[in-house]
């Protein structure tokens, strides 16, 4: 039972890993000569995995394709989308949210003990608008990057992308902790 939950927090962490580090294993794949059908086989096996671990059917598709694509048309043009395809469905995650329950109030609903007030609504609706708009610029210039140079694709999806993510992760979580006055941290 330990070594099983060891073993679950394990692959969980390097899977973490592989994805962040994703524009940097291509990067170096691809400066190796590494063939990209190659490439796209281990992205199939990290595809395969999310779906184990996650279940879920639109991502497998959308991965699944983007593999399909990579191994046969034996194209770099389609490893470099991969985190475009992330960015845009993390920003529809978000917009689609919008049409019930936003996602920042999802997660504010589960991290205070009450019910929210009225202002704490209002907030988490501008502020899952704000990460889906946010989201929404960064898959552009994901898509912009594609067609640079793969220093600049790495660069910026690898590096620019997160630091900006955790610019507004900070700016949002300090705009909560003065509009929330539930212990929302």
Same mark, same amino acid.
């Given at each position: 039972m330990l070594l099983k939950k060891l073993l679950t927090i394990i692959t969980?962490?390097?899977f973490g890993i592989f994805i962040v580090a994703y524009p940097f294993v291509v990067f170096y794949a691809l400066q190796q000569n590494i063939a990209v059908k190659f490439i796209g086989l281990v992205l199939l096996i990290a595809v395969l995995f999310s779906f184990i671990r996650n279940k879920n059917k639109y991502m497998l598709t959308l991965g699944l394709t983007l593999c399909f694509?990579? *191994?046969? %048309?034996?194209q770099e043009i389609f490893l470099k989308l991969y985190p475009v395809l992330m960015n845009a469905c993390v920003c529809g995650i978000f917009a689609l949210s919008l049409r019930k329950t936003p996602v920042i109030t999802q997660i504010?609903?589960?991290?205070?003990?009450k019910p929210l007030e009225k202002h704490q609504l209002i907030y988490t609706k501008h502020a899952t608008q704000a990460w889906a708009t946010f989201m929404f610029i960064n898959t552009i *210039?994901? %898509?912009i990057t594609v067609f640079l140079s793969n220093k600049i694709w790495t660069i910026y999806n690898g590096f620019i992308s997160y630091v900006l993510i955790g610019i507004m992760m900070l700016c949002e979580?300090?705009?909560?902790?003065?509009?929330n006055r539930c212990s929302i941290q």
């Open positions: 969980k962490f390097l694509c990579v *191994i046969f %048309f034996n504010a609903q589960k991290m205070c003990q *210039i994901s %898509f979580y300090t705009i909560r902790k003065r509009i």
